[in-house]
């Protein structure tokens, strides 16, 4: 084979996409820390679905038409870092395809060469080991094998391309030691390597059957391999996850079982030794996951999207209760086909849980984008808020260090206004950050003075392990309570109480003054007071204060000041 034609390239992208949403739950298993939150190959698979919706748009489309479709639809449905890299390696790719008819051996190593080159400007600090390094990889193979002008056949130059970029990925362990302390290789490269394997399978002409589970029958993969229409789905959202019991309670299973039967169809809900396994098609997760949460923990949370033609619900949801708080006045000049004064300043805010949406909007967020960890909006979601926000300059809160690539390609595609991304990398950091805000300062001063407050700022957050580990030389088994600071875990415990108190112990100081903790959905607020009380004891010269977060996953956010 010589050269590859607009509907081989069809071909090849449907197949590399299929082949990444098959392979999605083992991506998202390669997180590094044993964290609730590893979602890499669910955001990567979201962003290309994306993408495969505007290229199955298009008829009878010319390569030119099929790669701007893959760059534009990616582009907006871009989701965590590792889907905004994966959205800029498109973008570059199709800035090579421009007027051709057919791609021929120069033009795809050009292409390569170039979707590498594109996605390393759009990272500020690019970090070797990562997604970025196996894609760099296959660019520099294309321009020894174009130098040495060695192949004939395209199938044979990709797939030199594609071993060269594999054996990179096997050697990510040894670039990042946190990598190898796991054991794993680098789950954004393996997502991208994932999407190489399928589009080399259908360049070599193989009919591979990616075969879905029944429940995830209409999950996002109906775009490629034909499912049901949106207009046959009553409930959108296939939600899975698995409850670890707090104790016994013979009543969990037919109390949920009832109660996820009020919010949608296709319910299963099967205890055995101490867990629950759950399956629910529903329209809001968030309600079947926050009546879970009273009964125990939660791991292996699964939500697809059985509507390929819109956002997530939950984050849709979010958008419309946050714009049903919205004052008294403006709702009256809504109503009267009146538009409010245009403002100097406007946020937008990205946060989950219903106490921090109101802690952020009662600091003057205009629009709350409900997300976070495992549930990271898309670039259009952030734009569609940015959009919404009536000011001449609108900052944004990403407040989760996965979400910030997206806020800023977001605002490099905003129009009409200035956007600032505060780069505040988790719920405590984006408080401060709307706190520090100087009313009268330029946008650039205040993006100096809070990113300065951000870094003296110390951050904690408590979560559980999802599995059984060893990291940074503790012992880590599935449920324990873990204290994190910058993804680094200070304390492992049974006893959620106390394995917050030994966190503190790592980030106070002789100079702290305040301790704030946002407490989650599974915390009581006597226990957080309870903790609080003991923080003023255990440290006579410091303040601690509670405030309700309702945030899931997370007992507890935590920030020392």
Known sequence: MRA?????????????????????????????????DGDTGTNMTMTILSAVREVNKLEAPTIEQITRAMASGSLRGARGNSGVILSQIFRGFAKEMKGLDRIEITDLGNAVQYAAATAYKAVMKPKEGTILTVAKAGGER?????????????????????SYMEETLEKTPDMLPVLKQAGVVDSGGEGLMTFVRGCID????????????PAASASPSAGIMGGAEESDI???????????????????????KKYLQSLGDCVVVVADDGIVKVHVHTNDPGLAIQKALKYGALTSIKIDNMREEHNEKVIRDAQRLSQEQQSDQEKGQEEQGEEAPRKDTGFVAVS????????????????????????NPSTEDLLEAIDAVNANVVYVLPNNGNIILAAQQAARMAKGKQVVVIPSGNIPQGIVAMISYMPGRSAEENLEQITGELERLKTGEVTYAVRDTVMDGREIHQGDYMGLTDKTILSVGSGLQETTLELLQGLIDEESE????????????????????????????????????????????????
């Open 4 to 36: 590859i034609d607009a509907s081989m390239l069809k071909k090849c992208f449907l197949s590399g996409a299929a082949a990444l949403e098959a392979r999605k739950e083992y991506i998202n298993e390669l997180n590094v820390f044993p964290v609730p």
């Open 514 to 561: 305040l301790v704030s903790l946002y407490y989650g959905d599974n915390v009581t607020e006597e226990e957080a007071e309870e903790l609080a009380g003991r923080i003023m004891e255990q440290y006579p010269d410091l303040e601690a204060e509670i405030q309700y977060g309702g945030q899931p996953i997370y007992s507890y956010f935590l920030s020392v000041e």
């Open 234 to 256: 009553r409930f959108g959202y296939c939600t899975e996850f698995i409850i670890m019991l707090d104790r016994s309670n013979g009543q969990a299973e037919q109390e949920l």
């Open 142 to 162: 294309a321009v020894e094998l174009l130098m040495a002008d060695s192949e004939e056949d395209i199938l044979e130059f990709a797939r030199d391309i594609a």
């Open 202 to 213: 259908a360049l070599s002409g193989k009919e591979i059957e990616y075969r879905l589970e």
């Open 352 to 375: 989950s849980g219903d106490g921090l949406r109101e802690i952020f909007r009662d600091l003057g967020a205009d629009f709350v984008i409900e997300g976070g960890q495992t549930m």
